[in-house]
C-alpha cells in the first residue's frame, strides 16, 4: 500500500533555489539552483563545509535574508502547496514559529540580551496562541523542563548572559519546538551541547516527529548526528548540491571525492585522524599549576527580592598544564568548564592560587602582568562575540601584535597572511568584516588571533565546535603542528568527546564544579570508572547508521535520569588516574 505522505505531495518543497549577494550589479550566487524536497515526519540533513550555503538556504526558506545585500533571485519554496516568496511580511510573520520555526546556529546573537528567558518564551507563545499570561508561563517552562534546563521556573528570570553557551542552545532549542511546527529547521542545533545534553535533545526531536508528524531540515556538521537522524542527505559545496541519498547509502558509499573526504575527516573515538599513543612528556615544571580555584558568582537581590546565597560555580579545582601538553576539561554545560577559563584568564574573581610559568597571576606588576597576557591566550565558545565588528579580519588578527609592538608593520603583516593560510582563510578575507563570514569562518578567525602571539599556553573554549568536519580536521592537525613547533601548551575545553580523544594527553571530567576524574587519554577512554564518564563516552553519536548506541559499563542512558553527585575526594586507583572517592 502506497504511504499516504508520498500521495500528499512533499511538506516542504524547494526548487531551483538562487541565492545572491553584492546587490544588482555585481551579484555573486551564494546559493545556485538548489533543489530539494521535505516529507512530512522526514529528517533531511543538509551537509557540507562552512560557507556551503547551508545556513543562507534556510534563511531564505524562513523569508529572514538579510535585505538588501542577500536576495532571493530566483526559484520557488512551497510549505504544503503554499508559494512562500510570494507572501507579505505580516503573512510570513503568521506562519514564522507556528509553522515553520528555527533553531539558530549561535544563540547569543539570536537572544535579547535585556530581556529575562521568561519573557522571550511567553512572547513566542503570545504571538501565536490566545492564552492567558499563566497557561503561556506554564508552557514555558515545561518546554526548559524538555530539554533539561535545572529549575526551570527559577531560570525563567534569568537573563542569556547567566546561562552558559550549551543552556542558551537549549532555550533556543526550547523556544522553536513550544508550538510544535509543522516543519523545523535546525541550525547546528546540538553545536554547543555535550553529549549526553546532545543525546536527549535528539531524542525530543524524534518524540516530536513520533507525535505530530514533524518535519525536520537539519543543517549539521556531525556526521554522526547525521547517521543518527537523518532519512536522507544532501551535500553541499560552494552553493550547489553535489550529492543527495539516503543516508544508509550515503554512508556505505559517496558519490563524490568531496564527500568521501568529509567523511574521512570525522574524528572517531579510537580511529579518528591522527589518534596516536599517548606522549610521554618530558618531566618539567607545569607551564600552569591551578590549586584549589573556586568562583561564586553572588545571589541576585533587589528591592522586592530576598538576597539569595552565592552561587559557587567552581569548586577546589586543581590541576596542573606541562610545557607542550594538551589538558582537557570535558563536562556538562554549566559544571564549570568555561567559568574555569574565564577565571584564568582573569574576567571572573577567583580564589585559590593560579601559578603561570613559575609566577602566581594575582599580584603581578605592569611589566609582568603584560608579559603574562602575552603568554596566555584564548579562543572564545562564541566567535561572533568576540570579535569587534567594526574591525576587519586582518586587523582584528593583527592588534595583539600591534598592542604589544612585535616586528615592523610589514613583518606584521606576514604573519596575519601566514596564520591567515594556516586556518584556511584566503587572503582577499583579511578585508572582510566579521558579519561577512559564515560561523565557522569566524571560528577560524579568533582562533588566527588566538595564534598571533605565539603564546605559551592557550586556552581554547570549545574551539573547533562551530566547524564543520574537514575544516576541524585542518584545525586540529594545525593545533598539533604549532603544539610541536612552538612547544605550546593547550587547555582544550570541549564537549566533543571524539576530538577530545584524538588531541589530548591528558582528560579531566568535571561535574557540577569539581573534577570527578582525571587520568591519561588513553586510560581514561578504555577504563572509566566514574559513572558520569561512563555515560559521556557512551552518548557519543557514531558517524555509522548501522551502529548501536554505545553501551559498554552498563551507565545509565545518556537521555534518562539524574545526574550523579559528586562525592568524596579524588583517589589515585593507578598511576596518574584519579577518580572522586565514591568511584573508586
Known sequence: MMDRTVEAGPLLDVADLTVTVGGTRHPRAVVDGLSFSLQRGETLCLAGESGSGKSVTSLAIMGLLPRPATRLAAGSIRLAGQELTQLAEPQMQAIRGARI??????????LNPVLTIGRQLTETVLA?????AAEARRMAISALDAVRIPRAAERMGAYPHEMSG???????IAMALMLRPDVLIADEPTTALDVTVQAQVLD??????SD????????THDMGVVAQMGARVVVMRHGRKVEENTTAAFFRAQETAYARDLLAAVPRIGAGPGHQPTRQLAPAAPVLDVRGLTVSYPGQSGLLIRKASPVQAVKGVSFQVAAGETFSLVGESGCGKSTTARALMGLVPFGGEVILAGAPLSGRDAASARQARRDLSMIFQDPYASLDP?????DLVREPLDIHRIGTLPERRDRVADLFARVGLPQDAMGRYPHEFSGGQRQRLAIARALALRPRLIVADESVSALDVSVKARVLDLL???QAEFGIAYLFISHDMAVVENISDRVAVMLNGRIVETAPRDVLFNDPRHPYTQRLIEAVPV????????RRHGGAAPAGGELPTPSGALAEIAPGHWVAGAAA
Open 166 to 172: 550549551g543552556q542558551r542552545q537549549r532555550v533556543m
Open 390 to 394: 567594526r574591525m576587519t579580519a586582518g
Open 128 to 132: 501565536h496562541r490566545g492564552v492567558p
Open 543 to 550: 558517524p555509522d547508521p548501522a551502529a548501536r548506541p554505545r
Open 212 to 219: 505530530l508528524g514533524t518535519a525536520i531540515l537539519l543543517i
Open 480 to 482: 598539533r603542528v604549532l
Open 101 to 110: 520555526a528555527m533553531i539558530f546556529q549561535e544563540p547569543m546573537t539570536s
Open 204 to 209: 525530543l526531536l524524534r518524540e516530536l516527529q
